[in-house]
Every structure is written in C-alpha cells, then in structure tokens.
C-alpha cells in the first residue's frame, strides 16, 4: 500500500467506525497512521507545548482475590492461588508509611498521589480503612491530588461491603478523593477478560463504575493494556466501549495505553487466539507487542477516540525513546514522573525516568515542557 492508497486518505477529522479503524489498522503503512495522528492532536492541542505530571504510584496493599494471569505482584489472601510458589509475600502499608513516601513526593515539587490496592477482604481492609486513609491523606496533605482505587476495586468495594457503587463512591469523594485511575481495564472484551482477569470485573461492570463516578462529576482516566491474547479487532471494540461512555458522560480525561509485559507471568505462557486475519498471531504462541506495534494502537487510538482530549505517551513499558516518538503519534502528554512503580516493574520493566530527563525529551521533540495536574491544568 502507498500513501496515497484511498483507504488511508479519508477525511483527517471524521469520526471513524470499527470497520474504518480495522482498515487502517491493516493497510496503512505505520508512517501515514503517524501523520494522521499527530495531525489530529496538532488540532486538539494546537499550543506550543507537551504536557507531563509530577505523581507517585503507591499500592498500599498487594493482598487480592482476583487471579489475574499477567500479575506478579499480588499476595493471595486466602489460598486461591497456593500453587504459585513465586508470588511475594503479603503487606499492607500503615498510615505514616504512606505519609512517607507522599512526603518524599512533595519535596521534588510532586502534586498528585496515584493509589492502587488489590482486590482485599474485608477481613484484611474494611471500608472504614479507606476512609479514614482519604482523610488522613487530605488533612496532611490538603493541596495533593487523590487519584485512587480502579473501577475494579470499587466493583469489590460494592460486593464486599454491600453498598451501592453509587454511596461507596460518594463517601469515598467526601473523604476527599478527588479522581479515579483508569487501570484494570486490560481489553474490556469479555472473552479475553474471562481468560486473563478472573474474579475481576466483567466489561459491563468496569464500565459501570466509570459511568457512576462520572455522574458525581467524578473525572476518571482509562487504560488498555494490549499484546497478549486479543486480536486486533478486539482493541478496537475497546476503543468503541469508551468511545459510547464517553459520548454519554464525558467522564474521561485521559486515554493510556501500554503492552503485556510477560516477565515470568503465567500469561506469558499461554496460547492466544486463533487468527483474524493474516499477520496476527497464529495460535500456537504468544507473539509480544513491540514498539512497531505499540505505536501503531497508539495512533488508531488516538484517530477513534475522538470525544476523549487527552493521550498519554506510555515510556515506563517502551522506554524513553519510543516514549518521545509518541508525541508524533497521538500522544499529547508524557504522562507521569512516576518516582515509584511496582506492578510492571514486577514483570521485569525497569525503565525510570527523572523530571529534567522528561523535560530534556519534550523539549529535544520540539515542545515546551509545561508541568500539569490531573485536570491538565498548567502548574509552571
């Protein structure tokens, strides 16, 4: 295919249908879905500049239920999972832990707190826990944004403690959490969900919480993480599941993708599914996404999801330099400093990156450096 083959010269700004994006996907040489992509960001963020967040990932517990197959980094609370020898030891963080590391984060100029925990019973976290963990963290810490617990942990929160997402959300809120991250998501296609995420929440439930916190006028991001066993058609029906919530709230803020990082997970080792099509995997083993591919979802993604503003370029799993490539692919922000990182990171990625170092990135790209809260509200 050359680039002026029709298929990939459609119209820049339309909206795109499943069969379009497919298209795309499967024709376009990877240089022409760049220039589609960053031609569309170059309309939504026309300014001189490239956007980053100053946070710090804390899991203040690892103990969950769920037996997601991509994760090494839970505790089983309860014996689900006794025949994985490799699965570390269980922990939950006290207050003045937490306290801890929030301070290590404000001394380097850090405005927001990232909080994720597995999925754990009452019996080791009670809600009473949470809230008083949003109250302690929002007296101490008053100009710090509260972006914690996934759609996954408020579903278990509705399950565990028999509220409705609707009240565990609005007394979470007064407690002072201020957003919701948008992981465990993975591929909200129930088919792949049922393989990789048991005992986690189905496509509709995820979505769910999102649509309940949007309600309350509670602002959440959302994730994909791709590469494994799902076909291409399948991160397209992602794509199309947060593309209808969006139309319907306008709850998202942010879009974040990143690839299946295998490092010793028994997802690493399974089968996917059979083929859709010619060049994706053939059934027999896992065939990882690289960057070449990494760049290529991040363009489709950013061409479909056109009612979500905001792209964030993933560098913690693909590394610096295809971390800076991104901002010609769709991507209009760096994403976080993320001075602390433990679920990838257990599944064998280390890259870390500093602030000068992401400003150096932005800035050798062609961009200013402007740092940003949660909202994309510029700070410097």
């Known amino acids: 295919m050359t680039l002026a ?41 026309p300014d001189p500049h490239r956007t980053y967040v100053v946070d710090r990932n804390i899991n203040y517990s690892n103990y969950c239920t769920a037996r997601c197959i991509f994760c090494n980094f839970k505790a089983d609370p309860d014996g689900l999972d006794s025949g994985r020898k490799d699965l570390p030891p269980g922990y939950v963080l006290t207050f003045d832990q937490i306290a801890e590391k929030v301070n290590e984060l404000v001394a380097i ?87 990789v995420g048991i005992g986690k929440t189905n496509t509709e439930e995820y979505l769910y919480v999102c649509r309940e916190a949007h309600k309350i006028g509670m ?55 059979p083929p859709d099509y010619p060049g994706e ?34 560098w913690v799993t693909q590394g610096p330099k295809i971390g800076q490539l991104s901002l010609f692919f769709g991507a209009n922000d760096m994403g976080s400093v993320m001075m602390e990182e433990n679920v990838v990171s257990a599944a064998g990625t280390i890259y870390c990156l500093t602030e000068a170092e992401i400003r150096a990135l932005i800035t050798d790209a062609g961009w200013q450096p402007r740092k940003r809260n949660f909202y994309y509200r510029l700070l410097d």
């Open 109 to 195: 100029g850090g405005t927001q707190v990232l909080m994720q925990g597995g999925l754990a019973p009452a019996d080791v976290l009670p809600f009473s826990w949470y809230l008083d963990l949003m109250r302690f963290l929002k007296r101490e810490y008053p100009t710090i944004h509260l972006h914690a617990f996934s759609p996954p942990e408020i579903f278990a929160f509705e399950q565990i403690f028999e509220m409705p997402v609707r009240d565990i959300l609005l007394r979470l809120q007064e407690a002072g959490l201020d957003s919701i991250p948008g992981g465990g998501a993975e591929i909200l296609v129930d088919r792949v969900r049922d393989r």
């Open 219 to 273: 602002k959440t991001s959302i994730t994909m993480m791709f590469g494994h066993i799902e076909t291409i058609p399948d991160r397209i029906e992602h794509f199309r599941r947060i593309r209808d919530l969006q139309d319907e709230t306008g709850g998202f803020s942010a879009f974040i993708c990143w690839t299946f990082q295998p490092g010793g997970t028994p997802l690493g080792r399974v089968k996917p599914f």
């Open 281 to 314: 995997p053939d059934g027999e083993h896992l065939v990882l996404a690289d960057a070449h591919e990494y760049l290529k979802t991040l363009a489709v993604a950013r061409l479909y999801l056109d009612n979500i503003p905001n792209v964030q370029a993933s």
């Open 5 to 45: 083959d029709p298929k990939c010269q459609t119209a820049a700004y339309s909206r795109i249908n499943d069969a379009e994006a497919l298209s795309l996907y499967r024709d376009c040489s990877i240089h022409e879905l760049g220039r589609r992509a960053h031609a569309v960001t170059q309309a939504l963020h």
